[in-house]
């Protein structure tokens, strides 16, 4: 029976932790200041703030890192031989994406830098 009395305290003080935490949290935010200064306004314990943020932090939606690319078949003009390869990239899928035209060389070496 205390086992499970035990396990119900833990519950209870994580859960009062985390609200504890995230009020503070978002005090700090709305106030300005940095984590120091604010932990030293409270009194409280820096590294358990920074702790609590990045436990509490949710997941942020990054735009995704890649460019999309529109490619207008009517622009290319008709070539009867294959034209000079400048640069090859094979992605893990098998998909190759083939440079062919020199002015988009510095474009993609920024890209991959």
Do not use: T
Not at 44 to 55: A, F, G, N, T, V
């Amino acid at each position: 029976m205390e086992l499970i009395e035990q396990s119900h305290n833990n519950q209870v003080s994580s859960k009062y932790l985390e609200q504890f935490w995230r009020e503070h949290i978002k005090l700090k935010k709305e106030s300005g200041l940095s984590g120091a200064a604010y932990c030293r306004q409270h009194q409280l314990i820096s590294h358990q703030l920074y702790y609590w943020e990045s436990k509490l932090r949710l997941p942020i939606k990054s735009e995704s890192p890649f460019i999309a690319v529109k490619l207008d078949s009517h622009s290319i003009p008709f070539v009867s031989v294959a034209p000079l390869v400048l640069c090859s990239l094979e992605l893990k899928n098998g998909q190759q994406l083939k440079i062919h035209d020199a002015a988009v060389l510095p474009l993609l070496i920024s890209l991959l830098s």
